[in-house]
């Protein structure tokens, strides 16, 4: 099993639409889940952090995190162009040394 | 806003040569790390440093590879005898207790 699966998409959404990504982990004992963007060739950006379960909003950006589920979910609101990326889930164990695992992103495609 | 910066942006070498890889981490970070992307794969962590000494390695981390943070700013990756199988972007990340962790904008290594 892998420690962080995500569908590898791509996700193709209208502009203006929500987009919803999803995320499940192996690791029960995880602690710290990581939305990062990122372009074609470029570096991973860090959208949002989520430590609790519940949601927690950020400008057009929601993370949820359900442990008991072990799954993490990102809904992009009124998604532009722009969004248009791999977004990658990542997951910590601790709250210690902080050795991030990833999953393989999900392509999101935002048409005009 | 600081950031992470790594030179080169882009190395190419042969194979059986040695690379060294630098990277400024931001200053206030505690923790450093050596992540790489081969294309089209996930981000794999390699390589954790904190207090001047690896705190954690992958299996992908192997003797081939150090890593050094010579003058208490520059933090490196060396690979002594390259391989075609390194051919990756090698991204340099920082982060605090927090948990975030911020990449540089990465080394594509090229090994021919």
């Known amino acids: 099993q892998k420690e962080v699966e995500q569908n590898s998409g791509p996700l193709s959404v209208p502009e203006g639409a929500i987009a919803s990504l999803n995320c499940t982990y192996s690791d029960r004992v995880s602690q710290s889940f990581f939305w990062y963007r990122q372009y074609s060739g470029k570096s991973p950006e860090l959208i949002m952090s989520?430590?609790?379960?519940g949601d927690k909003e950020d400008g057009r950006f929601t993370a949820q995190l359900n442990k008991a589920s072990q799954y993490v979910s990102l809904l992009i609101r009124d998604s532009q162009p722009s969004d248009s990326a791999t977004y990658l889930c990542?997951?910590?164990?601790?709250?210690?040394?902080?050795?991030?695992?990833f999953g393989t992103g999900t392509r999101l495609l935002v048409s005009p | 806003e600081p950031e992470v910066t790594q030179t080169p942006s882009h190395q190419v070498t042969q194979m059986g040569q040695e690379v060294i890889l630098r990277c400024v981490p931001i200053s206030n970070h505690l923790y450093f790390y050596w992540y790489r992307q081969i294309l089209g794969q996930k981000v794999e962590f390699l390589v954790s440093?904190?207090?001047?000494?690896?705190?954690?390695k992958s299996e992908i981390f192997d003797d081939q590879f150090s890593v050094e943070r010579p003058d208490g700013s520059n933090f490196t990756l060396k690979i002594r005898s390259t391989k075609l199988e390194d051919s990756a972007m090698y991204f340099c990340?920082?982060?605090?207790?927090?948990?975030?962790?911020?990449f540089g904008e990465g080394s594509r290594l090229t090994v021919l």
């Open positions: 440093f904190y207090n001047n000494e690896i705190s954690e």
């Open positions: 990340a920082g982060g605090t207790t927090g948990g975030e962790l911020f």
């Open positions: 989520i430590y609790s379960n």
């Open positions: 990542a997951v910590n164990r601790n709250t210690g040394f902080q050795k991030l695992v």
